[in-house]
């Protein structure tokens, strides 16, 4: 199966198309695609998506955040790893380094440090934050956060929408709601301030 929407298959090309509007986006350097997976493969990591999270997961419950999250490829599905690596890739990343012009040669990480699958169920929220930018493991700094949704039919009133704000924290100058096959692709710096703070209220 094909990683990518037919109508994108030429990510270089994509990438270039693109490369403007990720650099010159406020806040800061970013960009939203929509369907750029394939849909039936985002359908089969989304059937497969654990479950069990909370029991074979992380869970995170403070004042900064109440979520969970996996980042334990042993615990993955087959087509959730391939998926990944297909993220992790030569052609992805250097999708992804064309896009956002970064000097230094992008890296992947095989650790999927603060990456993998992440859930937040009803009364979850992450607040406004910058994300750390020191690898703990490689040591190298973080460059990218590549974020992909998969919420079927999900509305604004369920909170969960992601928003950046400015520099100086004091606006929120863009909210992105969480739908299906969105992904969005941002800039790691100290000034990246992003979260979804409006606690998530879905009623299923």
């Not at 490829?73 to 990944?84: A, V, W």
């Not at 704000?165 to 863009?174: L, R, T, V």
Request: charged letters at 25%.
């Amino acid at each position: 199966m094909n990683f990518l929407n037919e109508n994108n298959n030429n990510l270089e090309v994509l990438a270039k198309q693109k490369k403007v509007e990720y650099i010159e986006a406020k806040p800061f350097p970013h960009i939203v695609i929509d369907n750029l997976f394939n849909e039936q493969l985002l359908n089969n990591v989304l059937n497969e998506f654990p479950s069990n999270i909370d029991e074979i997961g992380d869970k995170f419950d403070n004042k900064v955040e109440k979520k969970l999250s996996l980042n334990d490829t042993n615990k993955f599905s087959h087509e959730t790893n391939n998926f990944i690596n297909f993220l992790n890739s030569k052609k992805f990343i250097n999708f992804l380094q064309i896009l956002t012009d970064v000097n230094e040669k992008l890296i992947p990480d095989p650790y999927l440090i603060g990456g993998g699958l992440h859930e937040l169920k009803n009364k979850g929220y992450l607040n406004i934050h910058a994300d750390f930018n020191l690898h703990p493991s490689m040591k190298l700094d973080r460059r990218l956060n590549l974020l992909i949704y998969l919420n079927k039919n999900w509305k604004s009133d369920f909170g969960g929408s992601l928003e950046l704000w400015n520099k100086s924290m004091e606006n929120c100058e863009k909210k992105i709601i969480p739908l299906f096959n969105k992904t969005v692709i941002f800039s790691t710096t100290d000034y990246s301030y992003h979260g979804n703070p409006e606690i998530i209220n879905h009623p299923e």
